[in-house]
């Protein structure tokens, strides 16, 4: 069906399009009706997995699989003709008209007949009061000494650290063997890769990106930082790899707790908050990026039970993005690959501890009280775009080997991850690498870092092109 919409696409034969999704051709068809102003619609037409559906049935029915197509009279026989070629069922169910009616039928008797402005504008829309109150939680302090070694070894067996490898492996990542860079890699391909690379295309070089992010701890203290770091680090993962920051396209996906108020959500008002707050970010962050939201999904009731029983899942963004890269044959992969390559560290290490994955295995294991402080801010996402750019254009040019985002278990884990993809060692040395103190460094998340190494003969090249952005040495591979 793909290629066949595509081939109709390419042959200008499709005047709108859209899926069929919540409520079926009711929505698909009522959506695009509103363009011309009415429609009538024949539901004995439609295809039927199953006979004995009663109108309703057919109209509301949310069967995958399915488009909604709208086609010009005298193109009917070319797109239908094209349909077949390709083994496509495609069947002409409905007229667009401009009686302002949404009109059907089943066969000769009407079963609906309302006016299209009420189904658009008929209802009013919701008016909801939020309430921002920051969450109180206690501040996480860490302990004046630790084992430093140790707190790496529980960190790595974290469920949002540790591989996902056996999930992973049950799908179809080589997608008809146009993947270029799998999930993951190095030298027994189980170090985690930071994006999917795909060159569709057999023969051609020239590829997509494909990565995600998700902060949904953040939430705990604010959800707008959460999503602001959700579409970082979606960005991050795809610069990895040697993105085109100037190609991209994203998708908000949020996954919320019922955010209006009532007796079963007495917070409601504060989850609305929570909800705003995040799309503000959205809004800011992707601006500053120049990243396009081209589609998105909402889920607004996540909750399971009533009053103390209540279970909700925390305010989340899931946040997708693809964009172009153009020769995958130029990109970089997470783990470490010869020894004496340079390790840089690439933007800013601060005390930002609140929220982070260290913090909720202390508290966890009763080493800390809390998990409150400063969860991690993107104050200037210009700067960081200009950051990425230059990286970016780095890896294209060859000149680094490795590429790997800092995002859950901050420094530390990043390293971990990459020596173990390249099952070789790092010496380095982290004075000077940010302005907070060892925690800060090592297990802080704070946004818009990459670890990268460098061979020894592209080091100038590269600080040449980081030059004017936050590029510290931090050793080298051993």
């Known amino acids: 069906m793909i290629d066949m919409v595509l081939e109709a696409r390419d042959a200008n034969l499709i005047t709108c399009i859209t ?4 409520g079926g051709l009711s929505s698909s068809i009522g959506e695009m009706a509103e363009y011309t102003n009415g429609c009538e619609i024949d539901l004995a037409k439609v295809p039927l997995k199953q006979a004995g559906l009663s109108p309703w049935e057919i109209l ?22 094209l349909a077949a070629l390709h083994e496509v069922e495609a069947t002409a169910v409905a007229t667009f008209t401009s009686t302002g009616m949404f009109h059907v039928r089943y066969n000769e008797s009407t079963v609906a007949y309302l006016p299209i402005e009420f189904l658009h504008e008929g209802v009013p829309q919701l008016e909801l009061e939020s309430e921002w109150n920051p969450p109180v939680q206690e501040s996480f302090v860490p302990p004046t000494s630790a084992d430093h070694t140790a707190l790496l070894e529980g960190m790595l067996q974290r469920p949002n650290i540790a591989s996902k490898e056996t999930w992973v ?18 030298v027994q391909r189980d170090g985690p890769g930071d994006a999917g690379v795909i060159a569709p295309i057999h023969g051609d070089p020239h590829g997509l990106v494909i990565s995600c992010g998700i902060a949904p701890r953040y ?11 959700s579409i970082d680090e979606a960005v991050r993962n795809a610069v990895c790899v040697g993105l085109d920051v100037d190609k991209m396209a994203g998708l908000d996906n949020f996954c919320w707790p019922d955010p209006i108020e009532s007796v079963k959500t007495p917070d409601g008002r504060f989850k609305l908050a929570q909800l705003v707050r995040a799309n503000r970010e959205l809004e800011r962050v992707c601006r500053a990026y120049r990243l396009p939201c081209v589609s998105g999904k909402d889920s607004m009731k996540n909750d399971y039970g009533t009053g103390e029983h209540k279970i909700s899942i925390p305010p989340t963004l899931l946040f997708s993005l693809f964009g172009d890269h153009p020769d995958v044959r130029k990109s970089a992969t997470s783990d470490f690959k010869f020894a004496g390559d340079k390790i840089y560290l690439v933007g800013s290490s601060k005390q930002e501890l609140g929220a982070s994955e260290l913090a909720y295995m202390m508290v966890e294991s009763g080493r800390a009280a809390g998990i409150g402080g400063q969860v991690p801010q993107l104050p200037h996402p210009e700067q960081n775009l200009a950051t990425y750019r230059a990286l970016s254009t780095s890896i294209r040019a060859g000149w680094v080997r490795t590429a790997h985002d800092c995002s859950e278990g901050g420094l530390a884990i990043a ?38 190494a460098v061979s020894p003969q592209h080091e100038a090249a590269f600080l040449a092109a980081m030059k004017g952005h936050p590029t510290t040495v931090l050793g080298e591979v051993v």
């Not at 790092?426 to 704070?446: H, K, N, Q, T």
């Open 19 to 22: 899926d069929n999704g919540a």
């Open 219 to 229: 939430s705990d203290i604010d959800a707008g930082a959460m999503a602001a770091a």
């Open 169 to 186: 492996r049950q799908y179809d990542h080589e997608v008809i063997a146009q993947t270029a860079i799998k999930p993951f890699v190095g």
């Open 60 to 81: 509301v029915s949310e069967s995958q699989e399915r488009m909604t197509i709208a086609v010009r009279p005298e193109d009917q026989g070319a797109f239908e003709a």
């Open 415 to 452: 390293l971990a991850e990459m020596c173990i993809g390249g099952r070789i060692g790092a010496a380095v040395d982290i004075d000077g690498s940010g302005e907070g103190d060892v925690w800060g460094r090592l297990w802080g998340e704070s946004l818009g870092r990459f670890v990268v």
